[in-house]
């Protein structure tokens, strides 16, 4: 599966009420999701159908990819059976993979030292700390060795100590296979940013357009291009007055948000005065790099 694309996408709308279409290849080792893949996700575990044209995770359907076994998949917030501990939920899920009781056991032994997550194979789910359940569901998601695992949001609400360390149990993930992790949301310093840096491609969608993509390095670098996103009562006008200043806009979609190209010699100060004469307020300030 070398050659394989990890994720393909032809024609695909990830909203039902989307009247555009996603079209993209990526054959990064590992992947890295910024923005709204939620419906991806969902379509992945078949709570969800994505709206027209295919998709595909290493060659696989999306709809086939769970239950042939070529992806593993840990939800960010799932439904845990709480009367279970760790041992018995690793069990569990590896013997709905397969039927062998005793492989199965020998798969969460075997999951539980690979993380060092030893110390949880005797306790309940509902005592695991949200860590600790984000620890879990990357133990759950690579106990059969798929060749593709893929992470939804395991950092969200975490503090920064424990997003360290969930971030270093995805990089043993992607040690042993390939990866796709997602984020909701841009950060270019903390552990998003150490998690982001870990992968060989990152796709940065906001609503249904993928408005950049490209390596850690070229995305995250400041420079001339950045989101925005401003609240108030004079859009319009400020759309006018970036444009007279020389930017070049591109808007996403939601009202308020801009992808903005700043005119040669320009810093955010730009945006950062335009926004207060228009009597505005900034939201987001992030930059945003690579190729469209």
């Known amino acids: 599966m070398s050659e394989t694309p990890t994720l393909e996408l032809e024609g695909v709308s ?33 709570q969800a159908k994505l709206g027209g044209g295919s998709a595909r995770l290493l060659g696989c359907e999306l709809e086939l990819a769970l239950a ?4 593993g998949f840990a939800a960010c917030d799932p439904a845990l059976p709480t009367r279970f ?13 397969h039927g062998a009781a005793t492989r199965a056991a020998r798969e969460a032994q075997a999951a539980l030292a690979r993380y060092g997550l030893g110390e949880l194979a005797r306790r309940r789910l509902s005592e695991l700390l949200p860590h600790q359940v984000r620890a879990l569901g990357i133990a759950q998601a ?10 939804e949001e395991p950092l ?21 296979a390939r990866l796709i992790v997602s984020v909701a949301k841009l950060e270019t310093s903390g552990p998003v940013r150490a998690l982001l840096d870990q992968c060989d ?28 996103t401003v609240t108030g009562p004079s859009l319009a006008e400020f759309s006018l007055a970036l444009q007279h200043a020389g930017c ?6 939601e009202a308020g948000k801009y992808v903005v190209t700043l005119p040669p010699g320009e810093s955010t100060d730009l945006l ?21």
């Open 14 to 46: 990830l909203h039902a009420a989307s009247t555009g279409a996603l079209r993209l290849r990526s054959d990064a080792r590992a992947l890295g999701l910024i923005g709204d893949w939620g419906p991806l996700f969902q379509a992945l575990v078949g």
């Open 68 to 71: 042939s076994g070529v992806v």
């Open 85 to 97: 501990n760790a041992t018995q939920y690793l069990e569990h899920a590896a013997r709905l993979s």
């Open 142 to 151: 690579t106990l059969t060795l798929p060749p593709l695992v893929c992470l």
């Open 156 to 176: 969200r609400g975490l503090d920064a100590p424990s997003a360290d360390y969930v971030a270093r149990l995805c990089a043993e993930a992607g040690s042993q």
């Open 201 to 228: 491609e990152l796709l940065w969608l906001e609503g249904e357009t993928l408005v950049a993509r490209g390596t850690p390095s070229e995305l995250l670098a400041p420079g001339e291009r950045y989101l925005l």
């Open 248 to 253: 070049r806009l591109r808007e996403p979609g």
């Open 272 to 292: 950062l005065d335009s926004a207060l004469a228009q009597g505005l307020v900034v939201l987001e300030l992030e930059p945003l790099l690579g190729a469209h």
